[in-house]
């Protein structure tokens, strides 16, 4: 799907002057894809084909990838690999004897992962003319040295199998499905799947299991969150085996806390281990802010590292983190970043360091600030103000009846003449408040803090104008 100019390009260039065909492209894209579709339209024009793959198990073995293709008797075949002579002559007339006649290709796939000794006879037999080369090259794969001096050559030909489109990907998944997809559908599964083939027909097939991709009115349509299979997850880790200790690190750490910044790796080896990954394609720098910032390469290793991560080092490397980022002065998004972790990590989030918040946190632990001091001129938390507010109506005001509940009680149009003495024991209309010392400096605190209850509303303001017109 969509690879229908790259396989053309390779099969003209087998058939015509080239001798070697390099694929590259990251793992699942569709290398092996396009090279079988290459190598099945060569057969069908009268070509023979061989077919070999590298293995990283077999890489240390001698004609590991090789002696089961060219040779009928493969012990035969190793036991010659002691003399380079005997064994180019060997495998010379061995694929001699499999063409019959015909023009022969070898199809190679991972071909970084087979041992020297093939690729030095694969090497010799392509630039004898006894056969062509058609090769896979994962990203970031160093191409064995026995074919550099084949990639360097004029003949030679590069193809670079780039990701699918939203297009390609819905036309791939309309195919599969049977029906015509969603426009959305396919955007989110284009955005999970990064134009990957592989992780695209897991995807499809998870959510298709977990009921997330359902097919209403003949449209195939994402109701739900889109999950991978089981075999997805088998062949991210498959590949995260390989790390080492520093790049198993720097791994987890991303899975759990991505995106970092690079100097917020602190543990020793960290650079180098960044450098690998970076050059194996298993994490990408974004350099467009003002710190360089680092991810992984794909969603799916993040969730498949975070399943493998034992509770008790997530847990560790969380709050190791934290402390990383909180050690250095922090911004907004650094202060949320650690409140995250170690939420994450089930402990309380550290309040932040910002001047605004230390003045609020030293001015509010202050049993008795000094007279006439002020709080900071900064908004408290909604609640803090409603609890304010409540405060300021109830403290300080007498629980003794009020004055006109006393002139109820008299006879309508009655009135004293004569004002109470002033050593009488009516009492005072504000007595002397009982509250603590604290709580009055939070009443004080409160009568300078914005509150929105005491805004009036716009149709407030109008009842109050049209009762003072009435009243006038």
Not at 8 to 17: F, H, M, N
Not at 344 to 371: F, K, L, N, Q
Not at 448 to 464: K, L, M
């Amino acid at each position: 799907m969509g690879r229908d100019a790259v396989i053309e390009r390779a099969a003209s260039a087998i058939a015509g002057p080239s001798r070697t065909v390099l694929a590259y492209g990251p793992s699942g894209i569709g290398k092996s894809r396009v090279v079988q579709a290459v190598t099945e339209r060569l057969a069908a024009d009268g070509w023979c084909v061989l077919s070999a793959s590298g293995n990283t198990a077999l890489s240390a073995v001698p004609l590991g990838a090789l002696a089961p293709v060219l040779a009928g008797d493969p012990v035969g075949m190793a036991t010659a690999a002691g003399d380079p002579v005997a064994l180019y002559a060997a495998a010379s007339a061995a694929v001699r004897d499999l063409a019959g006649g015909r023009r022969t290709v070898l199809a190679v796939d991972d071909v970084s992962a087979v041992d020297s000794v093939s690729v030095a006879l694969i090497a010799q037999l392509v630039e004898a003319g006894t056969l062509r080369l058609i090769a896979t090259v994962r990203e970031a794969d160093p191409l064995p040295d026995a074919l550099l001096s084949l990639a360097a050559s004029g003949d030679a030909v590069r193809l670079e199998i780039a990701a699918l489109d939203v297009d390609q990907v819905s036309e791939l998944l309309t195919r599969v499905l049977g029906g015509p997809v969603a426009h959305r559908a396919a955007v989110e599964l284009h955005g999970v799947s990064h134009g990957n083939p592989l992780f695209l027909r897991e995807l499809a097939i998870g959510a298709a299991g977990a009921a997330s991709l359902v097919c209403a009115d003949g449209l195939w349509q994402l109701v739900g969150e889109p999950v991978g299979t089981p075999a997805l997850r088998d062949l991210i880790r498959a590949r995260l085996r390989q790390l080492d200790d520093d790049e198993r690190d720097a791994v987890e750490r991303l899975a759990l806390c991505e995106p970092l910044a690079f100097d917020e790796f602190t543990r020793p080896g960290a650079p180098e281990a960044l450098a690998e990954l970076e050059m194996h394609g298993l994490i990408r720098v974004d350099e467009s802010a003002a710190r360089m910032r680092v991810w992984l390469a794909h969603p799916h290793y993040a969730s498949a590292v975070r399943d493998s991560i034992p509770r008790l080092r997530a847990l560790s490397l969380l709050v190791e983190q934290a402390d990383v980022v909180a050690s250095r002065p922090m911004s907004a998004g650094d202060e949320l970043r650690v409140a995250i972790w170690r939420l994450d990590a089930g402990g309380p989030p550290t309040p932040g360091s910002s001047p605004a918040r230390r003045r609020w946190r030293a001015w509010h632990t202050t049993a008795a600030p000094p007279s006439g001091s002020r709080p900071p001129r900064s908004r408290p938390a909604p609640t803090t103000r409603r609890r304010c507010s409540c405060t300021a109506n109830s403290c300080g005001r007498s629980a003794e009846p009020r004055r006109r509940s006393r002139r109820s009680n008299a006879p309508s149009g009655a009135r004293d003449p004569t004002p109470p003495p002033r050593n009488s024991s009516r009492p005072s209309a504000r007595p002397a408040p009982t509250c603590s010392a604290a709580t009055r400096w939070a009443v004080r605190a409160a009568s300078h803090c914005w509150n929105p209850c005491r805004v009036p509303s716009r149709a407030r303001r109008r009842r109050s104008r049209s009762a003072r017109r009435c009243s006038s």
